[in-house]
């Protein structure tokens, strides 16, 4: 096959990568139909073409030793558990599988842009969608009702659940405030994008997720702590705590519910002594990958009723894969980060597109401590599809940023 063959078959696989991304708030099939799909045409590619790889060889050495190692925690898993360890293997390999495509796709600027744009309709819609369910009682394309835990009420618009909405918001958030600045400030993309942005931030603030709020607003200042943005640092603490303390129902739900005796924090509490039970009958290769909602039972107290995950991705994968697999799974993150916060090129006054993702992988990353991200589909997808945008382009600085782009001035009056 010629490169126009090769050009063709790259096109076709990032449409189906638009598709998805914009399918997956509202269709989870739609969604896994198309990243599976262009799985299968970029690994054609790969193969066919004999390309090179790109990413240093450290990166595919670890995710490939996280892979070994929860293959072989299959080997602890009960008989009757090895089709769903398995399937949990399977499941892994899909999503990192979807990280490297997605880096090798999406490392261009102008493609990462396009994403970008693409994932901010979405979020628009989906927001949309949620505001229609609060006034409503049920969202428009999938009839889910608003959650009433009986706490208050909460807007999850066609997700799951509000944190997992929240999880979206993580990512368009920054996104759509990069985008604000990067483009001319009035023009139609700036004044949506800014829109995009007011309505996340109401949705977000509507789900009433605490793990995301306090996310969010730990990995911004955690941003422009190493940035040395100081002013800025000092503004966004002041505008959190006003957030925090601007009515009843915000302090209620953010402040005074934080104490051990409230229902969510306490039943996580105790997911999280089962699961450290777990941990200490096999720490170091795990129960089997994907075992974990079998294996909870024997482990928990004897009047304990929840079947289900440990709401703490860590703690679940020590769980089911073991300490060095998590070890594993963390490096790239440490790795990447590090490489980005202590950059000596980082300009402080400057907001660019790697910035706006690490705020989201961050927050996401912070969120996933208490919730069960990783082990959802549309969740996990989200994640990997944007933290391989954000590694390909920490680690690839040959690579020329978008095409005319200018860095966001965040003193910009």
Partial sequence: MTDTGKQKIEKIVETLILVSIFSLPFSKSAAEIGFIMSLFLWLAQKIIFREKRWLPFWLYAIYGGFLALTLFSILQAAPEELRDSLRGFLKWLKYISVFFMTADIFRNGTASRKLIYVFLVSCFLLSLNGFYQMVTGQDLLTHHSIDIPGRLVRMRSTLGSPNGLAAFYLFSIPLSFWVWLNEKY??????????????????LGLTLSRAAVFSLIMAALLFFLFKKNYRILLASIAVSALFLVSSPMVRDNFLNSLDVHDETIGERLSFWKTSWRMIQAQPFFGHGVNTYFQNFPKFAASDESYRGYAHNCYLQMWCEVGVFGLVLFLIPFVLIFSKYLFAKESKPKNFSREDALFIGTAAFLMQAFFDT??????????????????????????NPPFPNERAGNLNHG
């Fill in 373 to 398: 991200h990783f082990y959802a589909l549309q969740l996990a997808y989200l994640f990997w599809i944007f933290w391989a945008i954000f590694a390909s382009q920490v680690l690839d600085k040959k």
């Fill in 186 to 203: 009035w023009s139609k993309i700036a004044f949506f994008s800014l829109i995009v942005c007011a309505l996340s931030t109401v949705g």
